[in-house]
């Protein structure tokens, strides 16, 4: 393959990766990039946000955020270890596109969000390679 078509492929998009991975730990619809206006309605809840990172020729080294809603802070807590512990835990792969590697750059902490809906807030980087060539 030559340097160019191997530049044409496009590194996974992390948002579509992290919401197909993790919907079956949280459950269907209740993972996306936004909070719905009911989100009270809709707890459980997990929101995934790429906040930053870089790429390279090889490597695109996305920095994450997964947020974890929950009604309560046990339930928040330990449904965000889960979530932490499954990340963290073996090798991602959804459709198309696999992380090679999941560093953690925050553990899961709660942070404000509004009363009777609390949330737990880690940060990770996920590193993946461009999608073969199909």
């Not at 919907?23 to 009270?40: N, Y």
């Not at 996305?62 to 809603?69: I, L, Q």
């Not at 953690?104 to 073969?132: K, Q």
């Amino acid at each position: 393959m030559s340097d160019l078509a191997d530049l044409t492929r496009r590194f996974p998009d992390v948002h579509v990766l992290l919401i197909e991975v993790l919907t079956p730990l949280i459950g269907a619809g209740r993972v996306a990039t936004q909070t719905p206006a009911d989100l009270a309605q809709r707890l459980p809840f997990a929101r995934v946000t790429r906040t930053g990172g870089h790429s390279d020729r090889l490597s695109d080294h996305a920095r994450v955020d997964v947020d974890v809603f929950h009604k309560t802070y046990t339930e928040g807590e330990q449904l965000a270890a889960r979530v932490h512990e499954f990340l963290t835990g073996q090798r991602l792969r959804a459709g198309n596109g696999r992380v090679d590697r999941v560093g953690v750059d925050a553990v899961p902490i709660e942070l404000p969000w509004a009363p009777g809906i609390r949330r737990f807030t880690g940060r990770y980087l996920l590193v993946s390679r461009r999608a073969p060539a199909r």
